[in-house]
């Protein structure tokens, strides 16, 4: 079992930043690759980012490339997400989760992924 947590989250001002963190505790986490989602109201939850085990390899959805960068710190068992000129739309409850590293090929499948967080909200204020 692997255990998230997610905090970060908050209000800002559209054009400002946000730093979201992901807290692994239970198995190694370096064993898994992990990935951040989003779920606005009324809509369906999307991928954002992920990173694969090592940290090496990264993934991002279109619309926050250039944007937001996720990295990890294995040492912490942490995953960040830096979220740079936030949109209006960026707006959703946003989750980590974490895959195995030998899934890395389907991580923008939410329905891949083993483990999940209880979610941090963001909301961005135009």
């Known amino acids: 079992q692997v255990q998230l947590v997610e905090s970060g989250g908050g209000l800002v001002q559209a054009g400002g930043s946000l730093r979201l963190s992901c807290g692994a505790s239970?198995?190694?986490?370096?064993?898994?690759?992990a990935g951040w989602f989003r779920q606005a109201p009324g809509k369906e939850r999307e991928f954002v980012a992920a990173?694969?085990?090592?940290?090496?390899?990264?993934r991002y959805t279109n619309s926050v490339k250039g944007r937001f960068t996720i990295s990890r710190d294995n040492a912490k068992n942490t995953v960040y997400l830096q979220m740079n000129s936030l949109k209006p739309e960026d707006t959703a409850v946003y989750f980590c989760a974490a895959i195995s590293r030998d899934q890395w090929t389907w991580v923008l499948l939410a329905d891949r992924y083993d483990y999940w967080g209880q979610g941090t909200q963001v909301t961005v204020s135009s």
């Open positions: 239970g198995r190694t986490f370096s064993n898994y690759a």
């Open positions: 990173i694969n085990f090592s940290g090496a390899s990264t």
